[in-house]
């Protein structure tokens, strides 16, 4: 009986060895899609893809498959391409990483208006807008939109001012803002991986 | 015929999820959640509560954002195990348990996943409210015509 089995269990090693070797044979792996690094002009990116979006409406998230691994850590900025910003890292693990978008409810940011630097806020939502603009700034539309926080780099563009809102019962005014790309059809994102090494 | 039935359920429900998940039905920034509406109306349909249960867990697996644990996955199971209990004890006809269950479920969703959302948002929530109703209606009304005789809950 010992002998059987030692025979049988030699018999079965050689099949499974067989076959694996033709597995061998017939497989070929191609390699998995990488977040890429780009370096232009003293600066760096990672392009990532994005795997999804927050499934409900009352937030507004993105997973992208670049984490930890890569250099991305929490509060990294995320561009659309580079230039202009789509939001942060709020989590990042090691393949994948969570991004808070400027559609986000719980996303505020200080910026700044067209040539005259007018400070504003910038409120996340579905359809961001800006607020605490002074009554008497000179703000117009199609004025540049960009960002004046120490988490991100200065002067990052957002938007342009689509439609300006005054209130007279409102000690401010407000503001809607045109976005130069469709959120909906974004596929990849440009994160600035190098942003809080050089700060 | 019940297997065959039970497949048809759980491809309607991930196919929802999928679909949840890309935002190709994003109209005008307002998201619906397919899922929910997926889930409540096939409630009707499923022969048991332990197939129904499947479907819910096979929903949630497709809905997971982030490997950490998510309060909305949970929202979510409740209201649909609630959908498939209340859906058989409501006393109107299933089409209108069915509006009802849906239009509640989307309330009751963000009252407990976040209570600040619909008062700074009411208008993409009941944007949200009808596309679901809806949607959910059609599927609805789709299964109901498949089935060939009209559902008696009271018989399930």
């Known amino acids: 009986m010992i002998i059987l089995g030692l025979v049988g269990t030699a018999f079965f090693g050689n099949f499974l060895t067989a076959t694996k070797n033709r597995l061998a044979a017939v497989v070929s792996l191609t390699p998995f899609e990488k977040p890429q690094t780009i370096t232009q002009n003293g600066r760096q990116v990672i392009i990532a893809k994005i795997y999804s979006t927050f499934p409900f409406n009352y937030r507004n998230l993105i997973t992208l498959n670049a984490g930890s691994m890569s250099g991305i850590g929490l509060g990294t900025p995320v561009t659309v391409d580079g230039n202009i910003l789509l939001g942060k890292v709020i989590e990042a693990a090691g393949d994948y990483s969570v991004v808070q978008t400027i559609f986000d409810k719980n996303f505020s940011l200080p910026v700044r208006v067209g040539s005259h630097q007018i400070e504003a806020l910038l409120i996340g939502a579905q359809e961001p807008r800006l607020t605490l603009i002074d009554k008497a700034a000179a703000v117009k539309e199609n004025d540049v939109v960009y960002s004046a926080s120490a988490d991100f780099p200065y002067g990052m563009k957002i938007g342009n001012i689509a439609e300006i809102n005054d209130p007279a019962a409102s000690s401010f005014k407000e503001a809607s803002l045109r976005l130069d790309y469709q959120f909906n059809s974004l596929k990849d994102a440009a994160l600035l991986s190098d942003w809080h090494e050089k700060r | ?156």
């Open chain 2, 1 to 156: 015929m019940k297997k065959g039935r039970f497949f048809i359920l759980l491809l309607t429900v991930v196919l929802a999820v999928i679909l949840q998940n890309t935002g190709l039905l994003n109209v005008y920034g307002i998201k619906p959640n397919l899922a929910l509406a997926s889930l409540v109306s096939v409630s009707f349909f499923a022969a048991d509560l332990a197939s129904y249960i499947f479907l819910v867990v096979a929903a949630l697996i497709g809905l997971k954002f982030r490997a950490s644990f998510e309060v909305d996955s949970l929202i979510m199971a409740g209201l649909s195990l609630a959908s498939f209990v209340m859906g058989r004890r409501l006393q109107w006809k299933p089409i209108i348990n069915n509006i009802l269950l849906i239009g509640g479920g989307t309330i009751l969703f963000y009252l407990l996943a976040s209570p600040g959302f619909i008062a700074a948002n009411s208008q993409i929530v009941i944007g949200e409210l009808v596309y679901n109703v809806v949607l959910g209606t059609i599927i609805f009304k789709i299964f109901e015509e498949w089935s060939h005789d009209k559902i008696n809950i009271f018989h399930n």
